[in-house]
């Protein structure tokens, strides 16, 4: 099993559509967590951290529930620049330095 | 700033050569990575460096080296390049490890090995 899980997707949702990810993560020393974007054949940049309380950014809202081991990302409003992959991506670290690992990515892609 | 910087862009090998994938960063960032990305597979860490004279082993370290010499540089080496090292490669930085903070991706190397 993978330490990060996402659905693969594609998300093919309408724009101004409210779409919603989830990635899963099976260690439960992960100590903090992201939403990075990426686009095709780009490197990937951080979306978003992602904190117990949640977190909001404009139209992006992140959960984290560390009892389920889950991270979740809704995007609400959705505009066709929103197509990208999506990665979630968690973090430890202990004395030899980050252990970020991530998903697989989920795909969204918004049409007209 | 330049950020992190990448070279080569691409790439083509034969089985069995060798070569250096470059990155350097500009932000006197601590801490340094290398991933490969594989299609459904995400991002896996090869090898990560703290510091100059310190790195350590990621996820899929087998057929690669790494140094570092100095804060800003960090190479990863093939040392004989197998096709299943077929990927695109990112390198990214960022200060101090163990911290809340954003890693800085390069742009990445898309390698192909025959």
């Known amino acids: 099993r993978k330490e990060v899980e996402q659905d693969p997707g594609p998300f093919n949702v309408p724009e101004g559509a409210t779409v919603a990810f989830n990635c899963t993560y099976s260690n439960s020393a992960s100590q903090s967590f992201f939403w990075y974007r990426q686009d095709c054949r780009k490197e990937p940049k951080l979306l978003m951290s992602?904190?117990?309380s949640g977190n909001e950014d404009g139209r992006f809202t992140a959960q984290l529930n560390r009892a389920s081991q889950y991270i979740s990302l809704l995007i609400r409003d959705s505009k066709l620049s929103d197509s990208a992959t999506y990665l979630c991506a968690v973090n430890r670290w202990n004395n030899a330095g980050n252990m970020l690992t991530f998903g697989g990515g989920t795909r969204l892609m918004v049409k007209p | 700033n330049a950020g992190v910087t990448q070279t080569p862009k691409f790439q083509v090998l034969k089985t069995g050569q060798s070569m250096t994938l470059q990155c350097a960063q500009d932000m006197n960032h601590e801490y340094m990575s290398w991933y490969r990305q594989d299609p459904g597979m995400g991002l896996r860490l090869i090898h990560y460096s703290v510091g100059a004279g310190i790195t350590d082993q990621g996820e899929v370290p087998n057929g690669y080296n790494v140094s570092r010499s100095t804060t800003e540089d960090f190479p990863l080496r093939l040392l004989s390049a197998a096709p299943s090292q077929t990927s695109v490669y990112f390198c990214?930085?960022?200060?101090?490890?163990?911290?809340?903070?954003?890693?800085?991706f390069g742009p990445g190397t898309r390698l192909t090995v025959l």
């Open positions: 992602v904190y117990s």
């Open positions: 990214a930085s960022s200060t101090l490890a163990g911290s809340d903070n954003e890693q800085f």
